[in-house]
T-cell receptor, first 112, second 112 residues
Framework: EAAVTQSPRNKVTVTGGNVTLSCRQT?????MYWYRQDTGHGLRLIHY???????QIGDVPDGYKATRTTQEDFFLLLELASPSQTSLYFC???????????FGPGTRLTVL | QQKVQQSPESLTVSEGAMASLNCTFS??????FRWYRQHSGKGLEVLVS????GEKEEGRFTAHLNRASLHVSLHIREPQPSDSAVYLC????????????FGSGTKVIVLP
């Protein structure tokens, strides 16, 4: 079973704060994704990447940066956090062409 | 860009009665559909994955896909109180990038 881990699992920050969410997969997957989940919206794609150094913009990218430092690690950066970014964040990964996508356990972020 | 409408928004059923959830989508290019269950505050649990028109059963959960009608459904046979959760449909097009597009979710409450 493919494994995706996220850290931290919970984070509280203040408006204007700087936050980094981390995701790691050890499955040699090419693709990694960041989603946010809000009530009434399901999950929405923020950014994704198909390899180290690559970054693609998703559907709701405003206020977020991301960086893929290695095949395994994908980071989501909120440089000036706002209360509208309070959400549950999921990371996911899959191999190119694969039908299954594997999700991490989620990070709950609260911006006060 | 694929749009997904999920209905109903919430559903209350008695233990043992059939529960039916629906998703309609905007175009027929997706070939990878799945239903997830999410208990309150928890991660995503994949219930059924379906890749071609017709029916796919996984235990008490059955998905029906009709791409010509742009419709995918989930039926829960003999639901139990432990099935109380939010159910999400999701879809993608297998290929270069397989980011999932999600419905907004159906909150299911199963009464004992």
């Amino acid at each position: 079973e493919a494994a995706v881990t996220q850290s931290p699992r919970n984070k509280v920050t203040v408006t204007g704060g700087n936050v980094t969410l981390s995701c790691r997969q050890t499955n040699s997957h090419n693709y990694m994704y960041w989603y946010r989940q809000d009530t009434g919206h399901g999950l929405r794609l923020i950014h994704y990447s198909y390899g180290a150094g690559n970054l693609q913009i998703g559907d709701v990218p405003d206020g977020y940066k991301a960086t893929r430092t290695t095949q395994e690690d994908f980071f989501l950066l909120l440089e000036l956090a706002s209360p509208s970014q309070t959400s549950l964040y999921f990371c996911a990964s899959n191999r190119q062409g694969a039908k299954e996508q594997y999700f991490g356990p989620g990070t709950r972020l609260t911006v006060l | 860009q694929q749009k997904v409408q999920q209905s109903p928004e919430s559903l209350t059923v008695s233990e043992g009665a059939m529960a039916s959830l629906n998703c309609t989508f905007s175009d027929g290019t997706s070939d990878n559909f799945r239903w997830y269950r999410q208990h309150s505050g928890k991660g995503l649990e994949v219930l059924v994955s379906i890749f071609s028109d017709g029916e796919k059963e996984e235990g008490r959960f059955t998905a029906h896909l009709n791409r010509a009608s742009l419709h995918v459904s989930l039926h829960i046979r003999e639901p139990q109180p432990s099935d109380s959760a939010v159910y999400l449909c999701a879809m993608s097009k297998t290929g270069f990038a397989s980011a999932l597009t999600f419905g907004s979710g159906t909150k299911v409450i199963v009464l004992p």
